[in-house]
């Protein structure tokens, strides 16, 4: 299972990169082969200061070891081992008019000794979510329906209860508001009498697969919009939301610090130029407030 799936992400990763350098039209991702001290490592490709992307990153990793401390106090184990192995996305775009986007899609197991032979457990997790800075209802709508086709295939309950999920866990709630539309979230998906651990495995590369038809046409459409200085100001403003939640909340930052992570790689994620301003607070009215008041409660977008 761990090799099929550390396939597909490499691929996956391809797939993505060449797909965005595509809507970029100048930029190109860089490429970084990294090793990670106790065992795995990765491959960190990065793009900047394109036409479209200010900042993006797509990262596939491979890693593997005795569990940190933390770790096993979280599982609730004395000792054991793991694998890990994930692709992990975000794109920054510089127009506000393009929302920013994430997604990962990783798979996990665990071992009862240092030979990692036997897995004693396995699960696989991940999902994608959409951050827009200025609400095209459309495009919600879109990446929604995208997303919700792929689950479909799988089962009808899939996409109900991974977009509640996904409501639930991107939220900010010191501020009381979503990161952003929502998506997707799942995570601990198990072998179970339903669902055999192959039939979650066809499920998150479906749902992997289906992420560029996603995200792709919305920034194909929205690139070339006109914006203003006072809209990308409020672009940053919304961006320290983003990195609050990614500082705070997000469990692949977490885990990634507590796990000796390549740091260049976890905080690929924060977005190059971002502001906090004092009790800052959109006009009534406006289509700043109009987003404010989406992100307040979660809506069904299909």
Not at 232 to 249: A, D
Not at 251 to 268: D, Q, Y
Not at 287 to 292: D, H, Y
Request: aromatic share 14%; net charge negative.
């Amino acid at each position: 299972m761990k090799q099929n799936f550390s396939n597909y992400i490499d691929d996956l990763q391809n797939k993505i990169c060449t797909a965005m350098e595509e809507t970029d039209g100048s930029g190109k991702f860089k490429e970084d082969d990294w090793d990670r001290e106790g065992g795995g490592g990765g491959r960190t490709r990065v793009i900047e200061k394109g036409d479209v992307f200010e900042k993006g990153g797509v990262n596939v990793s491979r890693v593997w070891g005795e569990l940190p401390d933390p770790i096993k106090k979280h599982f609730n184990v004395d000792s054991g081992w793991f694998w890990a192995g994930g692709v992990s996305l975000v794109l920054h775009p510089e127009n506000p008019m393009v929302p920013t986007v994430h997604a990962n899609f990783r798979y996990f197991e665990l071992y009862d000794d240092e030979s990692m032979d036997n897995a004693v457990d396995g699960w696989f997790g991940g999902g994608a979510d959409l951050t827009p800075y200025y609400l095209f209802e459309e495009d919600a709508e879109h990446f929604h329906k995208t997303l919700k086709e792929a689950c479909d295939r799988h089962h009808s309950s899939f996409y109900p209860e991974f977009k509640k999920e996904c409501d639930e866990y991107f939220y900010n709630s010191h501020r009381g508001e979503a990161r952003g539309i929502g998506g997707l979230f799942f995570d601990y998906r198990r072998a179970t009498d339903e669902m055999s651990l192959d039939d979650w495995y066809a499920f998150t590369t479906d749902v992997g697969d289906a992420f560029i038809e996603s995200y792709h046409p919305i920034a194909e459409k929205r690139k070339k919009l006109p914006f203003t200085p006072e809209q990308r100001y409020w672009q940053e403003i919304r961006r320290g939301r983003y990195v609050e939640f990614n500082l705070v909340h997000d469990r692949g930052t977490l885990f990634g610090l507590k796990t000796n992570g390549r740091i260049e790689s976890i905080l690929m994620s924060l977005p190059p130029e971002v502001r906090w301003d004092y009790d800052h607070h959109p006009e009534k009215g406006t289509k700043e407030a109009e987003l404010v008041d989406v992100l307040k409660s979660p809506r069904e977008w299909v």
